[in-house]
């Protein structure tokens, strides 16, 4: 069976922030996988060249972009190298994001700074100097990787729960701000998914036993299962959606 056409995104150029690991090396192995060329970004340029080597290198359309998203004038620069060693970007995937657990009282203010810097302030910058270029062009793709906690919070986890949150209502706020210029802002929202940094938790037997029964799935989400979600909103068939957050997490915002 052919793919259907409002789902082909051949020859669009995207760029994932955080992506040399886990959930933002997994959606650039999808838009790989769907015929883009794709640039990886991350502070550190050993672990982004490995990165790109596993997604096939130059030959696949893979290159690196190594900057630090939460610093303004670094994403400026960063952007502009992009778009002219790779070509105008079609697809920016906001990703780049930390977890930081800690009850709320000893959560301390270098803390608080670091994880609104990582999670929410890094979306604005790439976000906004990439709309500057997309809405020029009069199109652009614009995902930003919320969470099911920009919806429900759990003890321990109240500042990330406060960045994903501000994260989801930034998205509108795209959406609002640069719908009329052609770009389309949606956010896809994480459940429990399975990486490295969350390997810990799948470990913890009674973390896991809670988080299976919590899930109408019944199971942890794996980093592939969030691909399809992306491609969709990448897509355009995607193209009369915008300010929406599309939460994979295995039914879990749906049940008491």
Same mark, same amino acid.
């Given at each position: 069976?052919?793919? =259907? ?17 886990? !959930?933002? =090396? ?36 893979? =290159? ?26 079609? !697809? ?46 009069? =199109? ?16 321990? !986890? ?22 009329? /210029? ?44 969030? !691909?399809?979600?992306?491609? /969709? ?24």
């Amino acid at each position: 069976m052919t793919t =259907h056409p409002l789902f082909d995104i051949t020859g669009r150029t995207a760029l994932v922030t955080g992506s040399s690991r886990g !959930i933002g =090396h997994a959606l650039a192995r999808g838009l790989v996988e769907a015929g883009c060329t794709v640039v990886l970004n991350g502070r550190d340029q050993q672990a982004l060249d490995k990165a790109a080597a596993e997604l096939g290198g130059a030959e696949a359309g893979v =290159h690196t972009a190594a900057f630090d998203v939460t610093d303004g004038p670094a994403v400026a620069a960063g952007i502009a190298d992009v778009e002219e060693r790779v070509g105008p970007l079609d !697809i920016l995937v906001n990703n780049a994001g930390m977890q930081n657990r800690a009850p709320l009282l000893e959560f301390t203010d270098e803390a608080w700074r670091q994880i609104v810097d990582t999670n929410l302030t890094s979306a604005f910058l790439v976000g906004r100097e990439t709309a500057r270029r997309m809405t020029a062009r009069g =199109h652009g793709k614009i995902v930003n990787i919320c969470s099911l906690q920009s919806e429900v919070v759990r003890p321990g !986890i109240a500042p990330y729960s406060a960045t994903k949150g501000a994260l989801k209502m930034l998205t509108k706020g795209m959406c609002a701000d640069w719908g009329p /210029y052609g770009i389309q802002v949606n956010g896809v929202g994480p459940g429990y998914i399975e990486t490295e940094l969350t390997r810990p938790l799948v470990e913890d037997e009674q973390f896991s036993t809670w988080v299976r029964g919590r899930t109408p799935a019944g199971r942890w989400g794996r980093t592939e299962d969030l !691909i399809g979600a992306l491609l /969709y909103l990448a897509s355009p068939a995607a193209d009369f959606v915008s300010g929406q957050v599309l939460y994979v997490d295995g039914g879990m915002t749906s049940q008491l």
